[in-house]
């Protein structure tokens, strides 16, 4: 974090700045740098930096806690401030950290002090505060790492994915040039800057540009719109769900016609619903293809057209390879679905393992397996086709949900869809549906499936079961969370 810290420095020395807008109003570079060097003299008064873990909210801290973390030259990881102290504990035993920096009730709720107890305590970003441990801080140990984000596993575990300052100037940079961003451009993070990805095109990229970061600290699609609207906001990021609701929120209004455009991923997107929403707001939405261990590494253009932007998942960044693979490792043709790979210069150096880098596993030409379903085209855009465990095994025959969740979310009534596998003992498995509706009035089986019929989607695939919600359940930033989603469907199913 030093080189882009160090820069932000450099044109607050030249002339002060907004460089935060958040809940509590506009924070200018100088200040933010000012409590910067308070709290990295409470974290590290010897000035040797060390690894830090940051409560990151969606608020100046985060960036004045960034600030402070590169001025020393440490290590930063954001942790969540809902992250359960199990969850925490384990992330803790991962990164080891020299200074957990929080909010008090934050620090209690965690038992920070039970992790550290030869801690010393200080208060510092007005009211929260930082525990240090003893001895010497060693941040070589990161292999070059700046930022650790926590990610949920497989297991239930959080992985804590570790980038060095050079995948998140790449994965910036990149982004600043295909949407046209100019120094001194307000972006807006409205997903919780806890996420690897929020934090990278939110602060990382917002300290590039040297321009005002615009924050929510809770989403509110009102709230949001109004505060990028008022502050002349350029770009920002998210996840389909919070597109879809400021879509429906905006009203035709167009309210984001000063937005270049909204960066959308991390869940089932349908060109349809997408299509709704831009118009609504104004503004340009580009779907793209990215993940934590490897950082936005595709988007279409701005100026591309609504078949490119919403129906696919844009192309490679310059420099970035992806590449759909057989099960034996053979590169498929355009046309075909086949398993991702992605090679490029934000490819993450590892995950966080008893406080150090544990390197990722790699083909033996060095990409990575993403566990995506990828489709190449001949006009080197790419579409993904989803998960390759997202399926349902409904008496031996396999159903892909990416598949089920697109047809269905092209009905014009549906807003938003999840297919889900419920238990059956004859079959194993079957399809059931949790759907929100445009205008709250519920959706039967038969309709639904009429839909499905008319296009030409086979029978064997249809849901069984409908079952009509006020919203998905969601992750900690916004993403659908499936696991809960599955948990909600077999509820529905049993008490039916």
Same mark, same amino acid.
């Given at each position: 974090?030093?080189?882009?810290?160090?820069?932000?420095?450099?044109? @607050?020395?030249?002339?002060?700045?907004?460089?935060?807008?958040?809940?509590?109003?506009?924070?200018?570079?100088?200040?933010?740098?000012?409590?910067?060097?308070?709290?990295?003299?409470?974290?590290?008064?010897?000035?040797?930096?060390?690894? /830090?873990?940051?409560? @990151?909210?969606?608020?100046?801290?985060?960036?004045?806690?960034?600030?402070?973390?590169?001025?020393?030259?440490?290590?930063? +990881?954001?942790?969540?401030?809902?992250?359960?102290?199990?969850?925490?504990?384990?992330?803790?035993?991962?990164?080891?950290?020299?200074?957990?920096?929080?909010?008090?009730?934050?620090?209690?709720?965690?038992? #920070?002090?039970?992790?550290?107890?030869?801690? +010393?305590?200080?208060?510092?970003?007005?009211?929260?505060?930082?525990?240090?441990?003893?001895?010497?801080?060693?941040?070589?140990?990161?292999?070059?790492?700046?930022?650790?984000?926590?990610?949920?596993?497989?297991?239930?575990?959080?992985?804590?994915?570790?980038?060095?300052?050079?995948?998140?100037?790449?994965?910036?940079?990149?982004?600043?040039?295909?949407?046209?961003?100019? =120094?001194?451009?307000?972006?807006?993070?409205?997903?919780?800057?806890?996420?690897?990805?929020?934090?990278?095109?939110?602060?990382?990229?917002?300290?590039?540009?040297?321009?005002?970061? /615009?924050?929510?600290?809770?989403?509110?699609?009102?709230? +949001?719109?109004?505060?990028? %609207?008022?502050?002349?906001?350029?770009?920002?990021?998210?996840?389909?769900?919070?597109?879809?609701?400021?879509?429906?929120?905006?009203?035709?209004?167009?309210?984001?016609?000063?937005?270049?455009?909204?960066?959308?991923?991390?869940?089932?997107?349908?060109?349809?619903?997408? =299509?709704?929403?831009?118009?609504?707001?104004?503004?340009?939405?580009?779907?793209?293809?990215?993940?934590?261990?490897?950082?936005?590494?595709?988007?279409?253009?701005?100026?591309?057209?609504?078949?490119?932007?919403?129906?696919?998942?844009?192309?490679?960044?310059?420099?970035?390879?992806?590449?759909?693979?057989?099960?034996?490792?053979?590169? #498929?043709?355009?046309? @075909?679905?086949?398993?991702? +790979?992605?090679?490029?210069?934000?490819?993450?150096?590892?995950?966080?393992?008893?406080?150090?880098?544990?390197?990722?596993?790699?083909?033996?030409?060095?990409?990575?397996?993403?566990?995506?379903?990828?489709?190449?085209?001949?006009?080197?855009?790419?579409?993904?086709?989803?998960?390759?465990?997202?399926?349902?095994?409904?008496?031996?025959?396999?159903?892909?949900?990416?598949?089920?969740?697109? %047809?269905?979310?092209?009905?014009?009534?549906?807003?938003?869809?999840?297919?889900? @596998?419920?238990?059956?003992? #004859?079959?194993?498995?079957?399809? %059931?549906?949790?759907?929100?509706?445009?205008?709250?009035?519920?959706?039967?089986?038969?309709?639904?499936?009429?839909?499905?019929?008319?296009?030409?989607?086979?029978?064997?695939?249809?849901?069984?079961?409908?079952?009509?919600?006020?919203?998905?359940?969601? =992750?900690?930033?916004?993403?659908?969370?499936?696991?809960?989603?599955?948990?909600?469907?077999?509820?529905?199913?049993?008490?039916?």
């Amino acid at each position: 974090m030093r080189q882009v810290v160090r820069e932000f420095q450099l044109r @607050a020395e030249q002339a002060d700045f907004v460089a935060v807008v958040d809940d509590e109003g506009s924070h200018t570079a100088r200040e933010l740098l000012a409590e910067a060097d308070r709290l990295a003299k409470a974290m590290f008064p010897d000035g040797a930096g060390g690894t /830090v873990m940051l409560q @990151a909210d969606n608020s100046w801290r985060t960036v004045a806690g960034s600030l402070a973390v590169g001025m020393s030259g440490g290590v930063l +990881a954001v942790v969540n401030r809902h992250t359960t102290p199990a969850e925490f504990a384990a992330a803790f035993e991962d990164i080891r950290p020299d200074a957990v920096v929080a909010e008090p009730s934050a620090l209690a709720e965690w038992a #920070v002090a039970d992790l550290v107890p030869d801690r +010393a305590d200080e208060a510092v970003l007005n009211g929260w505060g930082v525990q240090r441990a003893p001895g010497q801080s060693d941040v070589s140990r990161w292999a070059g790492g700046v930022l650790i984000g926590l990610t949920s596993g497989s297991t239930g575990r959080p992985k804590g994915v570790v980038q060095s300052e050079e995948a998140l100037r790449y994965a910036s940079a990149s982004t600043i040039e295909i949407n046209g961003l100019r =120094t001194g451009d307000a972006v807006a993070a409205i997903v919780p800057l806890s996420s690897t990805a929020a934090y990278c095109f939110g602060v990382y990229l917002s300290l590039l540009l040297g321009g005002p970061l /615009v924050l929510t600290g809770k989403w509110d699609r009102a709230v +949001a719109m109004r505060r990028m %609207a008022e502050r002349d906001v350029r770009w920002t990021m998210c996840v389909p769900t919070m597109a879809l609701q400021m879509g429906a929120e905006a009203a035709g209004s167009g309210i984001l016609s000063g937005v270049r455009a909204i960066t959308v991923g991390g869940g089932p997107m349908d060109r349809g619903a997408l =299509t709704r929403a831009e118009k609504s707001l104004g503004t340009k939405i580009l779907r793209v293809f990215g993940m934590s261990e490897c950082l936005g590494h595709t988007s279409p253009g701005p100026d591309e057209p609504e078949e490119i932007r919403l129906a696919r998942d844009g192309r490679p960044f310059p420099g970035t390879d992806l590449r759909a693979l057989t099960p034996d490792g053979t590169e #498929v043709a355009p046309g @075909a679905t086949g398993r991702a +790979a992605v090679r490029g210069p934000s490819l993450f150096l590892g995950y966080a393992r008893d406080g150090r880098v544990d390197p990722p596993t790699l083909t033996d030409d060095g990409y990575f397996p993403t566990g995506d379903l990828l489709m190449t085209h001949e006009d080197g855009t790419v579409t993904i086709m989803g998960r390759e465990k997202d399926i349902i095994i409904r008496g031996g025959r396999n159903i892909d949900i990416t598949e089920i969740e697109r %047809a269905v979310a092209s009905y014009p009534r549906v807003a938003r869809a999840c297919v889900a @596998a419920v238990p059956d003992e #004859v079959l194993g498995e079957r399809v %059931a549906l949790l759907v929100v509706t445009e205008d709250g009035r519920g959706i039967d089986l038969a309709e639904l499936t009429g839909h499905l019929e008319s296009l030409g989607l086979s029978k064997t695939k249809w849901p069984e079961f409908v079952y009509d919600i006020e919203e998905l359940p969601q =992750t900690k930033v916004g993403k659908l969370d499936r696991s809960a989603a599955r948990a909600l469907a077999h509820r529905l199913r049993k008490d039916a």
